[in-house]
Antibody, heavy 123, light 107 residues
Framework: EVQLVESGGGLVQPGGSLRLSCAASGFTFSSYWMSWVRQAPGKGLEWVANIKQDGSEKYYVDSVKGRFSISRDNAENSLYLQMNSLRAEDTAMYYC????????????????WGRGTLVTVSS | DIQMTQSPSSLSASVGDRVTIACRASQSINSCLNWYQQKPGKAPQLLIYAVSSLQSGVPSRFSGSGSGTDFTLTISSLQPEDFATYYCQQSYSIPITFGQGTRLEIK
């Protein structure tokens, strides 16, 4: 079955760290760009970070630059998000998402999502 | 950053109605526009990509159109399972941005 399964969320104090994982199965993980998208409780979707197939390109939303780091292990079919210096405003459900491209174009989209893992930053 | 603005923010409609949701980008996004559906407690699901391409498995009552900065998602005949929140998203430039969402409720 083609799926993404996130783990690693939980309750953490402000200033703390957490590492999220996303296990991919049912497709050739190393062939896809991957992403993290988050959703604060009762709010909309916010893109967090993208990573290229070989990890050579990474992009972040400004609010997490310098604090979060996206990485991947293609041998383990896994995506990660290392989150440091966590703030209350980082409280959200974090989704792992696969990126697919329209062939021959620069147009892409999130075509596969995990169920998410909840991160709560609170003292 | 490219701002994505959806209208309306919420909408009440009945089964069988035709519904249109608008999405406006703050600058041209070259057809890099996608639509997602999210039901309560669930992950988003892709409906439409590149403005008008229907994702595999998505019912044909969903359609997308538009160009430049103005885009629409249309549901031709609402079904009970369509009551959800809908988001547009631009993939033209970093940072990737979503609309604020349109909550579609049963009248």
């Amino acid at each position: 079955e083609v799926q993404l399964v996130e783990s690693g969320g939980g309750l953490v104090q402000p200033g703390g760290s957490l590492r999220l994982s996303c296990a991919a199965s049912g497709f050739t993980f190393s062939s896809y760009w991957m992403s993290w998208v988050r959703q604060a409780p009762g709010k909309g979707l916010e893109w967090v970070a993208n990573i290229k197939q070989d990890g050579s390109e990474k992009y972040y939303v400004d609010s997490v630059k310098g604090r979060f780091s996206i990485s991947r292990d293609n041998a383990e079919n896994s995506l990660y998000l290392q989150m440091n210096s966590l703030r209350a405003e980082d409280t959200a459900m974090y989704y792992c998402a696969r990126i697919s491209w329209v062939t021959g174009t620069s147009r892409w989209y999130f075509d596969l999502w995990g169920r998410g893992t909840l991160v709560t930053v609170s003292s | 950053d490219i701002q994505m603005t959806q209208s309306p923010s919420s909408l009440s409609a009945s089964v069988g109605d035709r519904v249109t949701i608008a999405c406006r980008a703050s600058q041209s996004i070259n057809s890099c526009l996608n639509w997602y559906q999210q039901k309560p407690g669930k992950a988003p699901q892709l409906l439409i990509y590149a403005v008008s391409s229907l994702q595999s498995g998505v019912p044909s009552r969903f359609s997308g159109s538009g160009s430049g900065t103005d885009f629409t998602l249309t549901i031709s005949s609402l079904q009970p399972e369509d009551f959800a929140t809908y988001y547009c998203q631009q993939s033209y430039s970093i940072p990737i941005t979503f609309g604020q969402g349109t909550r579609l409720e049963i009248k």
